[in-house]
């Protein structure tokens, strides 16, 4: 798939006058549990000249396009992307971490990096992946059989969750890391619906794994208490933000 995707992101750079600064694995593959049949999710940030921007009326700030069975392609403007930083936006945060980087121009992960501790804000990383993990406790967890993938969204979710609560840092990416919060316990266990979600399908199910399912529903509990902490003051990272968005179209045009 690399030559495909680098030829469709190529493609698309002169079809839509834009020039692609990063471009990554955003979904199970990134994450490291992919099943045999997932689709390669390609998230990508683009910068157009900067007359583009000099108008009336903004113009639209993404770029999506048609899923099909092995490829789904989506991008955000470069404005919009700092724009989401600045609000620690946890999808763009781990974009930013991703271990398979497809395209990138003027060192883009590097020039942003210093902004990614500047504006995370652990709260809103505790919103997000305790909302992410929500409905499966809710819905998926109380059944006598859960489908394997959204099994490992949940732990995954829990996980990055538990990170914010303990650490306070950006969690990564990567379940590999994120395990490491596991207890000692469980690890086997995972190490096991690790090596059957290699060989799944995307509606794989397998039986309630009861004492994972009982660790998911305590962390979600844990995180929502920790949710109601009040916010830090933070410093506003807008004017840095400012000149990065100016000297990378400056550099990229």
């Not at 997932?38 to 921007?53: E, K, L, T």
């Not at 650490?167 to 994120?178: C, I, K, S």
């Not at 995180?223 to 807008?238: Q, S, V």
């Amino acid at each position: 798939m690399q030559p495909r995707i680098e030829a469709e992101l190529r493609r698309l750079e002169a079809a839509h006058d834009v020039r692609i600064l990063y471009a990554c694995e955003a979904g199970s593959r990134a994450w490291g549990f992919p099943s045999p049949d997932s689709d390669y999710d390609v998230r990508f940030i683009y910068g157009r000249p900067a007359r583009w921007y000099l108008t009336l009326d903004d113009g639209p700030d993404t770029l999506n396009f048609p899923v099909d069975a092995d490829l789904d392609l989506a991008g955000w403007d470069l404005r919009k992307a700092l724009k989401l930083l600045r609000g620690s936006n946890a999808a763009l945060l781990e974009w930013l971490q991703s271990p398979a980087v497809y395209l990138e121009a003027l060192d883009f992960r590097r020039a942003v990096q210093p902004q990614l501790a500047e504006c995370f804000n652990p709260l809103a990383g505790l919103h997000h992946y305790l909302g992410l993990v929500g409905r499966g406790v809710k819905e998926d967890l109380p059944g006598a059989e859960l489908r394997l993938k959204r099994l490992f969204y949940a732990l995954r979710s829990v996980l990055a969750a538990r990170w914010i609560r303990e650490r306070g840092t950006v969690p990564p990416m990567e379940f590999r890391q994120l395990r490491e919060l596991l207890p000692a316990e469980l690890q086997a266990e995972i190490d096991a619906l690790l090596r059957q979600k290699a060989q799944a399908t995307e509606k794989t199910t397998v039986p309630r794994p009861e004492a994972l399912a009982r660790f998911i529903e305590a962390e979600y509990a844990a995180g929502k208490l920790a949710r109601a902490t009040p916010p830090a003051h933070r410093p506003d990272p807008t004017p840095a933000l400012n000149q990065l968005f100016q000297e990378l179209l400056a550099a990229a045009f």
